[in-house]
């Protein structure tokens, strides 16, 4: 017997338009001086960028986080936008409703990806013991998640 999806209203902020650097490391400058009377030719390196997890596993990775109670962990994956709208505290609300209201977490589904408006979107469904929902994770052009929501 299927029970009845209940709607959980979880709208959090999508930062869409925020624009921030993509991170970047950088190789380390040599420390050790020139022994006396030599010269040294100094070259100048491009930054190497980290390459990025992909989207479904980053997206299953930030949900196991949230899942485990331990968002602090995925503030950096958020753009600035959406961490001074406080969308952690927001998600971590909307869990606890969702777990009020479906019972308990059973597992995560297969992630799809997808390409809306220009943004990278993962949907990954949610299966609780009285139903599911979908979490939508919305990656802006630096690969910040612009946007993060819960829905049918």
């Known amino acids: 017997m299927k029970t009845p999806l209940l709607t959980v209203p979880v709208l959090l902020f999508g930062a869409c ?3 921030h650097p993509a991170p ?10 020139a022994p006396a009377g030599t010269t040294m030719a100094v070259t100048e390196r491009e930054p190497e960028v980290i390459p990025i ?3 479904k596993f980053r997206t299953k990775t930030i ?4 899942i485990n109670g331990r968002l602090e962990n995925i ?4 753009t600035p936008t959406m961490r001074e709208a406080h969308a ?14 479906l019972g308990e977490y059973q597992r995560l589904g297969e ?3 997808t390409t809306e408006q220009g943004y990278t979107v993962v949907y990954v469904p949610l ?6 929902v979908r979490a939508k994770v919305v990656y802006d052009s630096t690969n910040y998640v612009a946007g993060f929501f819960f829905v049918p």
């Open 63 to 66: 949900l196991h986080e949230i």
């Open 17 to 19: 338009c925020s624009q």
């Open 53 to 55: 997890a992909p989207a």
């Open 111 to 113: 992630p799809e990806q």
């Open 88 to 101: 952690l505290d927001k998600i971590r609300e909307a869990w606890t409703g969702l777990t009020a209201q």
């Open 75 to 78: 503030e950096l994956d958020f």
């Open 127 to 132: 299966i609780f013991e009285k139903g599911m």
């Open 24 to 33: 970047v490391a950088t190789a380390p400058a040599a420390t050790a001086p």
